[in-house]
Nanobody, 124 residues
Framework: VQLQASGGGLVQAGDSLRLSCAAS????????MGWFRQAPGKEREFVAA????????YYADSVKGRFTISRDNAKNTMYLEMNSLKPEDTAVYSC??????????????????WGQGTEVTVSS
């Protein structure tokens, strides 16, 4: 599975961005998918995850109410709608696929495939 994240950019605080994660190589429609981010000098942190159907979604407390994760299995693509962006959201955002879900959607170590990341910079 290859993952390609896109949609990042430089925005001002309060603006919105929509990230996309396109999968290729095989269908990911039956797998949990997630978004993680890593700010300069910090560890990678969980942002959001979504189950195969899109019915179950999970968010980090820091983005709850501002970010929305979704997926389109027909397009083999996952999205992250980010609203009311804050400077502390600045990071490289990566998408990932958990092929063998064990319940730890929030842990990077539980994911099997990773995209290269897209950079989001929020200015104050």
């Amino acid at each position: 599975v290859q993952l390609q994240a896109s949609g990042g950019g430089l925005v001002q605080a309060g603006d919105s961005l929509r990230l996309s994660c396109a999968a290729s190589g095989r269908t990911v429609s039956s797998y949990v998918m997630g978004w993680f981010r890593q700010a300069p000098g910090k560890e990678r942190e969980f942002v959001a995850a979504i189950n195969w159907s899109g019915y179950s979604v999970y968010y980090a407390d820091s983005v709850k109410g501002r970010f929305t994760i979704s997926r389109d299995n027909a397009k083999n693509t996952m999205y992250l709608e980010m609203n009311s962006l804050k400077p502390e959201d600045t990071a490289v955002y990566s998408c990932a696929v958990d092929k063998f879900y064990t319940g730890t959607y929030y842990s990077p170590s539980g994911y099997d495939y990773w995209g290269q990341g897209t950079e989001v910079t929020v200015s104050s």
